[in-house]
């Protein structure tokens, strides 16, 4: 099932950060929202239309019965998304990390790729070859911001070269600040020490999610549901399922026997920025060897867990953009994209939409 979704109004995408009041006075947002604040809604949404009966926070805590009853409803519920769409449902991707903006130049963007005999010396291991673009001597590039239409990312993950169209992070959205404080209710006066501001995310009005959605769902072809702080209201409606043809980007790898796996949302790995069969080079029954990695700063994933009434651990991901390049030793190319495209590498919150990939072809400098 894929559904689109349309905010109502301001929506509170919380980032990784701890927000507690009298200890922080600003609560930011970030975006594209975490894909788990995606799937605790539909988690919700779930449970409400199997009439399951919800019970106070303050009696949930130690209520196994209770908590084993949500998890049998939901244990095979799973997402792919959220991804930025428009009112005829095209896609927007964040733009992959090894797509560079030429500072100082509007919207002039090239592209990294893994050279095998660099002109210049690093600190890099040498098991990993450098990525490698060549600029005019007064050229200095920057990472790229924004977000890449569904088009063009198959005219990039067939490494054809193209005058990239990014679509500016304010193109889609803006951020607001509102103002709160807590007035107790024999009161009604504000009360020391809760004074605070919460950043909320807007959405342009042609703008919202697609969201793929399996498991033993039940959703009425429209509707209405909560999302993210505050919860509030966003509408949905059912949409075609995706069509995603990706003939010629298989044809681009089984020429050249190079992959590459674009991260398409935040993936968690045990080893920080790389999954552990990256490393041994075997998965899924196919044996690869890692070029390059193309990867973005760490991106904080929090929460808060109501049943412990306390904020989840800390983890640090690798973010939604970063690229990482293989050379396919042993394996049938189409076994390649069953194992991969749209499927989630990350070692945890898999369910949850983390780590969802797309494979493209590369070539060389």
Known sequence: MRIFIEP?????FRDGKPFSAEEDIIASSIFPPFPSTFYGAMRTETLSRQNFKFQPLS?????????????SLT???????PFIADENHLEYFPIPKDIVEIKGQDKKYIRLKPTIS??????????????WVKTNYDEHIEDGKGFISESQMKIYLEGRQDKWSILNPGEVFHREERVGI?????????????????EFVRLNSQFGFTLDIEGNVTLSDNGFFRLGGESRAASYRKIEDRKWEDDAIKKKVRETRKFKLYLLSHAIFEKGWIADWMHT???????FKLISACVGKPVSVGGFDIVE?????????????????FELLEGNVDELFKAFQFKSISDEKQKEGFGITLVGGWNNV
């Not at 109502?8 to 509170?12: F, I, K, Q």
């Not at 009696?59 to 998890?71: A, G, H, R, T, V």
């Not at 009360?191 to 605070?196: D, M, T």
């Open 309 to 325: 009434n306390r904020p989840k651990p800390m983890k640090k991901a690798v973010p939604a953009g970063s690229v990482y390049f």
């Open 182 to 198: 807590k007035r107790p209710g024999a009161t009604k006066t504000s009360e020391e020490g809760f004074f605070y501001i919460a």
């Open 75 to 81: 244990h095979d519920l799973r997402i792919v998304g």
């Open 281 to 287: 080079g075997e998965k899924d029954g196919l044996t």
């Open 118 to 131: 660099p002109t210049f010396k690093s600190d890099l291991s040498t098991d990993i070859s450098p990525l």
């Open 59 to 71: 009696q949930i805590k130690n209520n196994s019965q209770y908590l084993n009853q949500i998890d």
């Open 8 to 12: 109502l109004d301001v929506v509170l």
